[in-house]
């Protein structure tokens, strides 16, 4: 099963990137604005040896890192408080109803004018982006805890905070590592646009821009590439992280994967 | 050891129980038998502190229940939502021994003692969902009895389980139950099994409900699945209790053999 869909995803990948190749040799498309495949692909590959690309990679996945590890440490706390504390949700429900739907790059503009530290400003945004699925799926996940699961621990004689901690976290736990896998996605994206949006010294962001400006269209969307196959390899590690850590999950839900 | 005198408890406005009134003596095993929907669990959160009754009141060891009392363990029917599925069955069974201060290589003895209490040694590494129902139900019995309870209240423990399983319970907690001296108080909808098990039986009306009877068993201690039913005592208080849950009125010649 696990064969047959790597299969065909490598399939369908390859036919896209022969047709692509295919079009551009008919002379189709002006090879200046969008150069051929086969370009595109050398010219990902000269990248791996391009010292100011490597920095700028590097750049990105530090901001990308560090501002995921601040999100989980902001989000789960905050998504664990409004879970518990109803009352608490009720009151900042209608505050997240109304900032969720904003596109998060629409708060790099206001992140450009509060930092003037290019790391901050990225940081922040991720953290601003990426915390809204952590929280939600916690506030949630925490709502759906089995009661009798939370019953049999208080007959025990163990408070409040022993139940939150003991069977309300680790019963949430699967949903909200989904949360923060979809976070980990949101905040690659939210790096390179603050720095398209934003500038600065360094950053795949700024690597494409200077790129583009250079005219090699070429390297400029070989670096896309390398981005969204960075998106693409994260995810599929965190989804490989969850099916280890959450056996239990699965095998009770009875998924088949 | 355990009062329970006129409880009372509503849900809004819907009286569930009406003035109940049981006792048990220490090392006492009663049953509580009742129609589905009569207050049974209500009851029995009441009496581990779990819900605030309306009225009435419930003494352990001569003190009101008024928080959730630290001697007293509770198995629940399902016990698939009572354990938890990210735990081996040795770490559901030590987790509430964290209650009695213990530490982590005591509180792992204990469970393993426990286990093995309930035949299920070679288990002790297993995950619940590794687990038949039957199993896991002795895992959420070995996790009571590591606890040291003197009170161990159960909540139809064994309506989940196969006939055949049921039975093997229905001993194994007449064992551990005389092996401890705790005082048991075992709610089920099953006539049969409330005699079988029970050391009294007690016989709840529908809701709103109170007690109709309050019967002892005269079979003595030791049980066989097979002669203890077959015993004319065993007969005559099973169809006796069997009416009583139909909502008849006690017979006079079976109250006064008492
Ligand atoms: N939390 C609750 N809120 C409202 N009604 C309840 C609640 N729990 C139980 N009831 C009602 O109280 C009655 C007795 O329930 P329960 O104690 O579970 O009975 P039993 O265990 O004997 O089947 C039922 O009619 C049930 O619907
Ligand atoms: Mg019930």
């Not at chain 1, 400006?213 to 390398?226: E, I, K, P, V």
């Amino acid at each position: 099963m696990e064969h047959a869909r790597v299969l065909r995803g490598v399939a369908g990948v390859a036919g896209f990137l022969a047709a692509a190749e295919i079009v551009g040799a008919t002379g189709l498309i002006d090879d200046r604005f969008l150069p051929r495949m086969s370009a595109i692909l050398r010219g990902a590959a000269e990248l791996l040896a391009d010292q100011e690309f490597l920095a700028d990679a590097r750049a990105t996945l530090a901001a990308w890192g560090l501002g995921l590890l601040l999100t989980v440490a902001v989000a789960v706390p905050a998504g664990l408080a409004l879970g518990a504390l109803p009352p608490v949700e009720r009151a900042v429900r209608p505050l997240i109803e109304f900032l969720r739907p904003i596109p998060s790059v629409a708060v790099v503009p206001l992140a450009i004018l509060l930092f003037s530290d290019n790391l901050h400003l990225r940081v922040a945004v991720v953290v601003y982006a990426a915390s809204w699925p952590i929280v939600i799926n916690t506030i949630y996940a925490l709502r759906d805890v089995d009661p009798l699961a939370k019953e049999t621990l208080r007959s025990f004689g163990f408070g409040p905070m022993s139940v939150l901690l003991r069977v309300a976290l680790p019963s949430a736990a699967p949903f909200i590592a989904t949360g923060i896998r979809v976070a980990a996605g949101t905040a690659i994206i939210l790096v390179i646009s603050a720095e398209l949006l934003a500038g600065g010294a360094e950053g795949v962001g700024i690597y494409i821009m200077e790129a583009a400006s250079g005219n090699r269209m070429d390297l400029m969307l070989g670096a896309t590439l390398w981005a969204g196959l960075f998106g693409v390899l994260s995810n599929s590690a965190l989804v490989a992280v969850e099916r280890r850590l959450f056996r239990w999950h699965d095998a009770r839900a009875g998924v088949a994967r | 050891m355990l009062e329970i005198t006129d409880l009372v408890h509503s849900y809004g406005s819907h009286r569930v129980l009406d003035g109940v009134s049981i006792r048990a003596a220490e090392g006492e095993l009663v049953c509580v038998v009742g129609p589905s929907g009569c207050g049974k669990s209500t009851l029995l959160r009441s009496v581990a502190g779990l819900i605030r009754p309306t009225g009435g009141r419930v003494l352990i060891d001569g003190r009101p229940v008024e928080r959730i009392p630290d001697n007293l363990a509770v198995v629940f029917q399902d016990y698939s939502r009572s354990l938890y599925p990210w735990m081996t069955a040795a770490n559901n069974v030590a987790l509430p021994l964290r209650r009695r201060g213990l530490d982590r290589r005591r509180r792992r003895e204990a469970a393993m003692a426990a286990l093995d209490q309930v035949g299920l040694a070679d288990a002790a590494e297993k995950y619940p969902w590794e687990m038949s129902g039957g199993m896991q139900q002795r895992v959420s019995i070995a996790r009571a009895l590591a606890y040291r309870p003197s009170l161990l209240l159960m909540d139809e423990p064994f309506g989940s389980v196969d006939a055949q399983t049921r039975e093997d319970l229905e001993d194994l907690v007449l064992r551990v139950c005389a092996h401890h001296g705790m005082t048991t108080l075992l709610i089920t909808h099953d006539i049969d099994e409330s005699v079988y098990v029970g050391d009294r039986v007690i016989v709840l009306t529908r809701s709103p409900t109170r007690v109709a009877a309050d019967l002892p068993v005269d079979l003595g201690r030791s049980r066989d699945q097979i002669a203890t039913r077959q015993l004319g005592a065993f007969v005559r208080l099973r169809a006796e209790v069997g009416r009583l849950v139909r909502g008849g009125s006690p017979t006079p010649t079976v109250l006064e053999k008492h």
